[in-house]
């Protein structure tokens, strides 16, 4: 079969390689729709980051460069391993593409998505979903009964929001706010529309992003060249501030603002991945005791994010701003992404 590797910086090809075999306990599963996530273009870009280069393997997979990318894919089972008997062939699921020991303290609380050797499929091995097929476990496979497999590739990413908004403790009757408009701002915005938050504020100096905000839910849309942002938020919550601030953006302004624009015993949710060492002033926290919390990728999150997509609580097709072959994956998905970065939200990509 195909599959779209990343060989090392700047450099993804079209691999022949062989088909993964279905072993006792796992699901094979043809993909049918895998998005391009920001990951994928930092990897591409300024990688090996997650990708484990020649000289360090991945600890629990042994696998290095080349590596097959894709982590935001939904398909159909094409086979079922020995004891799987819960999954029929034909049926559409999409796959929590994790990579866990199972033994360290996290994955001892349930928060395997911190787990101290995580790895993630189509980043750190156990090919990808820029490919024809997947194995998987079955514990990582998830029904996504009558759902579309191109909504399915929309789990992931909407699972990443999901997961902060509800460590946040965040609440219907609570004002949010998001900042940045990017591709996880904007499904942290659908996520907290969908679990029925009616105030959401969004954060976002691109023109494009701020219609797509709107779209996604947000109330008001304040632009940080022309508004002074914490006085503005002050204002729309009548000087309390925000309950819960997202932090999207991974900029030491925008965190300093976000801070500073929660209520006091508020909770501000950092969600981005920074490439530098923040600055905090740590008595915009203590006078006003803040809470400042870190969130990664998703845990326990698909189930109750299909079951709100079914409910029509959120629909990701505001979110599918293209679709191509894998054979476009580079030109037609990372480059497009890379040059027209604010019109775009997600490519999926048809890896057959
Ligand atoms: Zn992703
Ligand atoms: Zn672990």
């Known amino acids: 079969m195909k599959a779209a590797r990343f060989h090392g910086r700047g450099d993804i090809r079209i691999d022949e390689v062989p088909e993964p075999v279905v072993r006792p306990g796992t699901v094979k599963v043809e993909v049918e729709w895998c998005g391009i996530c ?31 990318l894709g982590h935001e894919f939904a398909g159909v089972v094409a086979e079922l391993g020995e004891g799987v008997t819960d999954l029929r062939v034909g049926d559409r699921v999409v796959v929590e593409p994790y990579i866990v020991c199972g033994r360290c303290d996290a994955c001892t609380q349930g928060r395997y998505n911190v787990c101290q050797s995580l790895g993630f499929v189509g ?22 009964g009558e759902l579309g497999t191109d909504v399915g590739a929309l789990v992931e990413p909407l699972a990443v929001a999901y997961h902060a908004v509800r460590l946040a403790g965040t609440r219907p009757d609570h004002t949010a706010v998001v900042f940045g408009a990017g591709p996880i701002g904007l499904v942290t915005t659908a ?39 914490t006085a503005e938020i002050m204002e729309l919550t009548k000087g309390r501030g925000a309950d819960v601030t997202f932090e999207c953006a991974g900029v030491d302004a925008v965190l300093k603002t976000a801070i500073q624009s929660t209520r006091v015993g508020g909770t501000c949710v950092n969600v981005a991945i920074w490439g530098h060492e923040a600055s905090v002033a740590m008595n915009d926290l203590v006078f006003r005791e803040v809470n400042v919390l870190g969130s ?19 629909d990701p097709h505001q979110f599918i701003t293209g679709r191509i072959g894998l054979d476009d994956l580079v030109v037609g998905g990372f480059q ?6 604010e019109s775009n939200v997600k490519i999926l990509v048809q890896p057959r």
């Open 123 to 144: 980043l750190s091995g156990m090919g990808g979903g820029f490919s024809q097929y997947v194995v998987a476990e079955r514990r990582w496979i998830h029904p996504l």
């Open 38 to 68: 920001g990951t994928d273009l930092h990897e591409y870009l300024e990688g090996p980051i997650f990708a484990p280069p020649a000289d360090a393997p991945h600890p629990l997979t042994g696998e290095t460069v080349p590596i097959t």
């Open 191 to 229: 996520a907290l529309r969908a679990v029925g938050v009616e105030e959401v504020i969004v954060v976002e100096p691109a023109d494009v992003r701020k219609e797509k905000a709107s779209v996604a839910g947000a109330g008001a849309v304040l632009d940080p060249r022309s508004t002074d942002v």
């Open 336 to 341: 497009e992404l890379i040059e027209n970065k």
């Open 296 to 314: 990664l990728a998703y845990a326990d999150d698909h189930r109750p994010v299909i079951d709100l997509i079914a409910r029509g609580k959120v």
